[in-house]
């Protein structure tokens, strides 16, 4: 079946593109883009006023299955990707079982493909279970679809097993995902030491926790060759860490969230909201200020969510004892319009080049563009469509989302995955 | 009546309903000097103490001014309690909310718990102390205990010793001070420092010492070791040494200077046993101020005005 694209701003930074025209979609793949294309037969998805550009992925979410589906699991988390405009994410390992060998990846996949709205690339663990000592089966959870290794939710202690993991990782010359945290300096750790932390009577997670490990792994990404991609960067210390070592050839990427970008500290006081506690914490201002000086410089090079999902019950408990993490699939989009694009801090260019292009070269995915012969993962904004975060707002199981009660405007209203829509006049398919 | 539902924060309470704790208090703290200690003002009300972290001290003295006012009070303790199985605080919060009480009196070891309870049942709080944030009543009869002693407060300046990072009575004595125009300084090693002291209104020295001179009142807290994490100083020797009060200390103080300490008191670390036995040492009259000072807190948030007290 044929799709036509009509009347869209096209934006593909990757290829020069950035006009008003037609994209026809046929058989999964883009057939053409120009003015004034027709096909008889294909279904008219009209463009006008929208925006149309390469399919968002999101390199860090958390799907939650197996382990934890009543947090979240494929199916909720793929409409949740979805509704939010992506059309791939990249799931976590940390479920129960631990991602950790080939059986478990081809699992995810094999769900994904019966239950998926969008494509899920699962990234293994770097070690057995998470525990941070014996190198994972990499090769053998490669060979099933991994694209990547993380022990996302905790940091590598030791350095010398840091040190053979990247070394190893070389084999495939598969990314390394890395969280950086210093347990040793982060304790219990559960807000930003400073002033919200001094305040509340809550333990602080320091800056200097993540900018030793942004440190430390970025010297053994240099000594091992190994590729590099530092999740959830929160400091102006690890902007600044990046920025020097990608100017110095190494190769390291990085990722910010949106809630680092978009909220600080400040949200904390006087609630205690545990919509708001994640790891690594919110910051403060002026690491706010160094995390978009990142974006508009080119250091950061993926907008991703750490999409993380959590039952009510889970989150209706004391700060210290409530889980990390706050959603993020569905609000990220709306949020990097809202107070980005419609703010000239950021043209359409650029948010297919940190939503689109540059997480997929972050974590050496198969690249799409709008270039005709390419696969058609594309996504549709709407940049006047108003969105009200409201627990009924959501397709995720949960609604543990840090920017509940917001009004934000623009969202994805079609999402093509392979040709195939998943995601049409702004529902779901 | 108080211009807040609850005693949560310190700062919950604006300076006129501070003082007129403090004022109410004189006239309960002379109930408290009668045989007969009891007054039928809270009669048929219910108030929980919901002690979710164990104590002694503060929960009998919550629990005596309670029935000195005739209220009906009932212990919640964590032993006893559905917490330890498993039941959620919010559920604790809900089944105590219909249960009808009128106020609960919690302490747990979670920063910000008191304000989960308010948000989840119609009753009062009084905040008897959470994790390392706040103790406002603390706070309360400290300021009682220094304008009795010393006849005002405006103006004092008081050095607070110790480990202020994990200490809930900083938490709350240091915006106290400052509300009643006091000039708190927080003492002790850079290891025992929250990371912004400056935020709550203090003033920061490292060293003992130095300042000893200027202290009206030197309130020295109680070393938890059990909640340090790693060592903050070498040893129990070098602390005593740098930052505990001794006769040397005392005597380098104002002469009618005073000490001040929220017990239970380490003797031979943080105060020597002299300095506690002396007549500048005040530990017994904050015990004795707490009382009073609970039941002036109790009474004003459940309704009552300064006119009641002193029937």
């Known amino acids: 079946m044929a799709l036509l694209l009509r009347g869209g701003r096209v934006v593909d930074p990757s290829i020069g593109l950035d006009e008003v025209c037609d994209v026809l979609v046929k058989d999964g793949l883009i057939a053409e883009v120009g003015k004034d294309l027709s096909a008889s037969g294909a279904t008219v998805v009209e463009c006008a006023e929208k925006i149309v550009m390469p399919g968002l992925v999101d390199v860090h979410t958390h799907l939650r299955e197996p382990g934890y589906e009543y947090k979240e699991d494929v199916e909720s988390g793929t409409r949740a990707a979805a509704h939010g405009g992506f059309t791939a994410i990249c799931a976590m390992p940390n479920t129960d079982p631990v991602c950790d060998e080939g059986s478990a990846v081809r699992f995810l996949v094999e769900r994904a493909a019966e239950r998926g709205k969008v494509r899920v690339y699962p990234i293994g663990a770097l070690t057995v279970g998470l525990q941070g000592e014996s190198i994972a089966e990499m090769g053998d959870m490669l060979a099933e679809g991994a694209v990547a290794f993380s022990d996302d939710g905790r940091g590598v202690q030791d350095s010398g097993t840091m040190r053979r993991v990247m070394d190893y990782a070389r084999t495939f010359d598969a990314t390394v995902v890395c969280h950086c945290e210093d347990e040793a300096l982060v304790g219990k750790g559960v807000v930003n030491e400073g002033v919200v932390s001094t305040r509340l009577g809550l333990t602080g997670w320091p800056f200097a926790g993540e900018d030793v490990a942004v440190a430390r792994d970025i010297a053994i990404a240099e000594l091992t060759g190994c590729r590099l991609h530092l999740a959830h960067v929160s400091t102006a210390g690890s902007i600044q860490a990046v920025r020097e070592a990608k100017a110095r050839g190494v190769a390291v990427t990085c990722e910010v969230t949106p809630h680092h970008l978009f909220l600080d500290e400040d949200a904390l006081t006087p609630f205690y909201d545990t919509n708001f506690k994640m790891n690594p914490p919110l910051r403060t201002v002026a690491d706010r200020a160094a995390l978009v000086a990142g974006l508009t410089d080119g250091t950061v090079d993926a907008i991703a969510t750490d999409h993380a999902p959590h039952a009510a019950h889970e989150k209706a408990l004391e700060f210290e004892l409530a889980p990390f993490g706050t959603t993020g699939l569905e609000t990220a989009l709306p949020l990097v319009i809202t107070n980005l694009v419609a703010t000239d801090v950021l043209s359409w260019s650029d948010v297919a080049r940190l939503m689109a292009a540059g997480p997929r070269a972050a974590l050496n995915l198969p690249p799409v563009t709008l270039a005709e012969g390419s696969v058609a993962d594309i996504t549709v904004i709407d940049p006047e469509a108003r969105v009200e975060v409201t627990p009924a707002f959501f397709e995720s199981k949960s609604g543990n989302s840090a920017f509940l009660g917001a009004t934000l405007l623009g969202k994805a209203s079609e999402v093509l995955v392979g040709g195939t829509l998943a995601l049409r006049n702004g529902k779901v398919v | ?311």
Not at chain 2, 127 to 148: I, K, S, V, Y
Not at chain 2, 258 to 267: E, K, Q
Request: a negative charge; proline letters at 5%.
């Open chain 2, 1 to 311: 009546m108080l211009s807040t539902r609850h005693i949560i924060d310190v700062e919950d309470l604006t300076l006129e309903d501070l003082m007129q704790i403090l004022d109410t208090a004189e006239s309960f703290k002379e109930v408290n000097e009668r045989r007969i200690k009891k007054l039928p003002t809270l009669r048929g009300r219910t108030i929980v103490n919901l002690f979710l972290e164990p104590s002694t001290r503060t929960r009998t003295s919550f629990e005596i001014a309670a029935k000195r006012l005739s209220a009906d009070g009932i212990n919640f303790a964590a032993s006893a309690s559905a917490t330890v199985k498993g039941e959620s605080l919010v559920d604790t919060a809900e089944t105590l909310s219909a249960m009808a009480c009128d106020l609960v009196i919690v302490r747990h070891k979670y920063a910000g718990s008191p304000r989960m309870l308010a948000e989840h049942m119609d009753a009062h709080i009084i905040n008897g102390g959470d994790g390392m944030h706040q103790h406002p009543t603390q706070a309360l009869l400290d300021l009682f205990t220094m304008r009795e002693r010393l006849g005002h407060l405006e103006g004092l300046t008081v050095g607070i010793v110790g480990d202020i990072a994990h200490s809930r009575v900083a938490g709350s004595l240091v915006p106290a001070l400052r509300m009643v125009g006091a000039r708190p300084i927080v003492i002790g090693p850079p290891t025992l420092m929250p990371a912004r002291p400056d935020i709550l209104g203090a003033e920061v020295s490292y060293t003992l010492d130095d300042v000893l001179p200027e202290l009206d009142v030197a309130y020295m807290l109680r070393i938890q070791m059990e909640r340090a994490e790693g060592q903050p100083f070498p040893s129990v020797r070098e602390y005593s040494r740098l930052w505990g009060m001794n006769e040397a200390r005392l005597s380098a103080m104002k002469p009618d200077a005073i000490v001040m300490h929220p017990g239970p008191m380490n003797r031979g670390v943080e105060i020597s046993s002299a300095v506690a036995d002396s007549p500048r040492a005040v530990v017994l009259d904050q015990v004795n101020a707490g009382v009073a000072v609970r039941m002036a807190a109790m009474y004003l948030l459940l309704g009552g005005d300064a006119s009641g007290a002193a029937a």
